[in-house]
């Protein structure tokens, strides 16, 4: 992305993204501490685990596609911005 964007600065700190990956982390072991103590049928827990699994993934798709519609954005208007520049 630097090379083709001379402002481009970087988005977060290594403090930040060491955050975001721990409260990731943490919120998952809760989650399947929680059903390892959860004194119900194993059918019960096993519900409640795909349920967070779908959970996880489908926040890191979600999270994904906006930051990549965002940068698509940002791309599109650099290049009209280039073109009547022109």
Same mark, same amino acid.
């Given at each position: 992305m630097?090379?083709?964007n001379p402002s481009y600065r970087k988005?977060?700190?290594?403090?930040f993204t060491f955050l975001s990956w721990a !409260?990731?982390?943490l919120a998952i072991l809760a989650e399947y501490i929680g059903l390892y103590t959860l004194e119900e049928p194993?059918?019960?827990k096993g519900y409640y685990?795909? !349920?967070g699994a779908f959970l996880i993934v489908a926040c890191l798709v979600l999270q994904k596609t906006i930051r990549?519609?965002? %940068?698509?954005?940002l791309h599109l208007?650099?290049? =009209?911005d %280039?073109?009547? =520049?022109?």
């Open positions: 630097k090379e083709f988005r977060n700190t290594s403090a !409260g990731f982390v194993f059918y019960v685990a795909i !349920g990549d519609n965002e %940068e698509d954005q208007k650099e290049i =009209a %280039e073109s009547a =520049a022109v």
